[in-house]
């Protein structure tokens, strides 16, 4: 069972500048629940929330308010390093094999860096 969207708290980057893959990543993969989170100190953008939910869409989030600030498919490698951040030896099978499904059906949802 799917997360209902309008309970999710979108930021304006991911609303106005990609909604055509916020959109997508709904009516494909559909919003769950989170299973794999760490805290990340990015570069640029300090502390956030990397997650990876059941469907196997990565979300990142604020630390501190609960909204998301970005959503996409991610690469086998990004899930594997966010798992090892959360202390994990491994990717839960289930999740690989749906991340890689994912991939293979939609790789145009994949976060592609400007």
Do not use: W
Not at 38 to 44: A, F, G, L, N, Q
Not at 52 to 59: A, D, E, F, P, Q
């Amino acid at each position: 069972k799917g997360v209902d969207t309008m309970e999710l708290n979108f930021s304006k980057h991911l609303q106005y500048d990609h909604p055509e893959r916020l959109a997508a990543l709904d009516e494909y993969i559909g919003f769950t629940n989170i299973v794999i989170e760490v805290i990340e100190v990015h570069k640029k953008y300090g502390r956030r929330r990397v997650g990876i939910t059941s469907s196997g869409i990565m979300v990142i989030r604020n630390a501190h308010e609960d909204f998301i600030i970005t959503a996409f498919l991610p690469t086998m490698i990004e899930v594997e390093k966010v798992a090892r951040q959360a202390g994990k030896k491994c990717v839960p099978p289930k999740l690989l094999k749906k991340v890689q499904k994912n991939l293979e059906r939609h790789p145009e949802l994949m976060f592609m860096a400007a």
